[in-house]
Structure formats: C-alpha cells, structure tokens
C-alpha cells in the first residue's frame, strides 16, 4: 500500500509540474508531450507510454480528438479500462497466470480471474517510461520512450529494453514502433497498443454505426475467459466476425455473445505473411467523413468494442457507454507461450522484436 501511495504522490506532483516535464528528455518524470503536423496532433505520457489524444479535422473541417482517456495523469492511474497504453510484456491473457520456458514454471500476477491479462497488474501501462528522444515538430514529429522491464517483473524471465516511438511520419498519419530486446534470458513479448478510438470523436456517441474492414478470413477461437484454449483457428465466413466486406460495426453484434458480455473482444489472424507490412484494417466514419487505415506486421488483431464501458468518466467532463470506442490492437497470437500450436512470441537471450504500427487517417 505505502509503496502505491508513494506512487500516486509523485504521480500527482509529476502531473501538477507536467508543463515542466516537457523538454526534460531522459529524466523520469511523468509529463504530457505534444507531436504536431499543422492542424494534425497527437499528445501522449511516458506514464504507460500511452497516447492520450490524437486531433483532425472531419470533412466540414472541424476539429476532434477521436482517442477516448482522461484529462489528468492521475485519474490514469485508477483507470481499468486501459485508456490508451502500451500494454507487456504480454498483452492480452496468459492462461492461469503460468508458463513453462526451458523447463521452469513461471508464475505471474494474475489480475483477471486466475488469468494475467496485459501483462499483470502493474504491466508496462502502469510504469513509467524514460524520454529518450523528443521532436515536436518539424517535418517528421517523433518521440521514444524506453523502459527496462528487470528479471522477475510480474512473474516475468529475465531484462527486457523496450522502445516505444510516436512519430506524425506525413499529414494525418501516425506510425507506432515498437522494439524490445532479451537481455539475458528467454521471455515471452507480445506489445500492444490498446487505444479505443471513436472517428466521430470521443465522447459523440457509440460506434456501431462506424463501417469496419478486416483483411482477416480466419479468426482464433476464444473461450468465456477470452482465451484460445482449444487453439482452434476458424474461417470468419459465415459468422458475425466476418468483416471481409465492410460492414457495420454494430450490424451483427447482439449475434456475438460469447464473452461475459455482448459484443466483440475477438483476434483474427491477419492476411498475408506474418511478419511483412501489410493492411490489417480500415475503419470509416459516415456522419463525420473521418476514416483509419491501420497497417501492421504482426500476426493477429485483438477488435474490442468497448462493451465494458458503463457511465465511465472520460475527457472533457464526457462521459462513455457500451461502444463508446473500438480498439484494433495489432500483436503475436493471443497466449502463445502456452500454445506451441501458434508461432512462438519468446524471445531468446540476445533476440529482438519488432513491432509497426502505421494509422492513415483521412477525412
Ligand atoms: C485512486 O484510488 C485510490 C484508492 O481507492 C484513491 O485513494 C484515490 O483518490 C484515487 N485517485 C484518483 C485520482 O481518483
Ligand atoms: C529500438 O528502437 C530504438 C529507438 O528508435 C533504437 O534506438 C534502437 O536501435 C532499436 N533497437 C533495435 C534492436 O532495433
Ligand atoms: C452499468 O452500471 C450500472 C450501475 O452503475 C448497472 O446497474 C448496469 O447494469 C451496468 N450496465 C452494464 C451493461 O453492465
């Protein structure tokens, strides 16, 4: 508890002198940073390496900030929804918190039921990240965080170094890098982004109206605790999950019931060879003319719809419901260090992940 409290303490003197932080490249402090391209611009934090906010304007040229969060630092800090992170070293679940590498079991913090989910409960999105580089403007806006995840972090094998890079590489596009280097030992890796996204804005409403496009025609089967325990991989065809054609988010989704609650947190496995840059999704917003395509060169894309949002306090005194946002979170199979059915996410001692991220916006 003191050690929480302690946390909290500096979090909220970090976040009252954020202003201050900005520039301070390589100090460990919590702080706010800006990337701008015109009237194109995203902020995000080194506390969870998170992206707080990302502004364009719609087709009549009105400006909005279509990334749902919060408006301080420290109400991050409680928040459960995961507004915004990176989340590690595994995102998503890992089966009864346990795995074994080279023989050993590993034990992790289980912090969803008797599963880890995000890498436990104080995963990569609750720490907080060194500002190694930071260019706010210019022709090619970027920022990197680094972070060193030590031996045993939430049950986890061996240092980690871990980049993270925002960068407006062209007018509304935005690119997410990310890397991650085994040190000493094998690890599992598996980085996401878990940012929910609402084109006509955070805070306008639901998104069941946004029309989604999935270059996914298989998807892997998950369970009631979200997890491919039968390592099943199912053609989409026929089922609500289909989202070949564009179509409707909210279209079929009273059909998708599996979960604890209506509506998607399903993986697809993306088309094409895994670990090229190829198209995962586009994603395009009617009333408001904006529209994403997201690139990656991962494996899989975790779609979440939000469905746990209930009255939940966000940005600018708004407030977010059930489908408030959706998140397409790019990564390696879900659990994989526990399927060895799936291509493998460990990293040996000395190896290197890589993980892109490109977002093309339009309106
Ligand atoms: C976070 O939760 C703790 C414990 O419940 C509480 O004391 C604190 O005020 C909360 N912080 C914020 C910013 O809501
Ligand atoms: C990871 O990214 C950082 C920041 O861009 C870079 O300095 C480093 O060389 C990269 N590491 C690897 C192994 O690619
Ligand atoms: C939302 O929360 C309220 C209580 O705050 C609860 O009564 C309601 O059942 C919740 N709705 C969902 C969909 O979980």
Redesign the pocket.
């Known amino acids: 508890m003191a050690r929480s409290q302690l946390l ?1 303490a500096l979090l909220c003197l970090a976040a009252s002198l954020g202003a201050q932080a900005a520039g301070s490249g390589g100090r460990k402090m919590v702080g706010v940073y800006e990337l701008r391209m015109g009237d194109f611009s995203v902020k995000v934090t080194n506390w969870g390496a998170r992206l707080m906010s990302l502004v364009l304007p719609d087709s009549k040229g009105n400006l909005a900030d279509v990334v749902l969060g919060k408006d301080t630092i ?2 991050y ?2 928040d459960t929804s995961y507004f915004g992170p990176i989340t590690g070293r595994v995102g998503q679940r890992i089966s009864r918190g346990r795995f074994v590498l080279d023989g050993k079991v590993y034990h992790l913090e289980r912090n969803d039921g008797r599963n880890t989910l995000h890498g436990g409960g104080r995963g990569f999105h609750k720490v907080i990240w060194t500002v190694e580089e930071y260019m706010p403007d210019g022709d090619s806006p970027y920022i990197t965080f680094y972070y060193r995840s030590f031996d045993g972090e939430q049950g986890f094998p061996g240092n980690l170094d871990v980049y993270v890079t925002y960068r407006l590489s062209a007018p509304y596009t935005l690119g997410v890098h990310m890397n991650a280097t085994a040190l000493d030992r094998a690890t599992p890796v598996n980085l996401l982004l878990h940012t929910y996204w609402n084109l006509g804005g955070h805070g306008s409403g639901d998104v069941l109206g946004h029309t989604l496009g999935l270059f996914a025609s298989r998807y892997t089967v998950l369970d009631v605790d979200l997890l491919p325990s039968s390592g099943r991989v199912a053609p989409v065809a026929g089922t609500p999950f289909d989202f070949r054609a564009p179509t409707a988010i909210g279209s079929r989704i009273r059909q998708v019931t599996g979960g604890k609650v209506v509506g998607y947190d399903a993986n697809y496995v993306i088309d094409g060879e895994q670990e090229r840059m190829r198209p995962v999704a586009q994603v395009q917003d009617g009333a408001s003319g904006r529209a994403v395509e997201l690139w990656a060169n991962q494996a899989t894309v975790q779609l979440y719809t939000g469905n746990w949002l209930n009255n939940t306090k966000g940005k600018d005194g708004k407030v977010y419901n059930q489908y408030a946002g959706f998140t397409l979170e790019t990564m390696g199979y879900v659990d994989a260090v526990n399927h060895p059915e799936f291509p493998s996410q460990t990293l040996l001692a000395g190896q290197e992940y890589k993980h892109d991220m490109v977002l093309k916006f339009s309106f």
Request: charged share 20%.
């Open positions: 909290l420290a109400e800090v409680n």
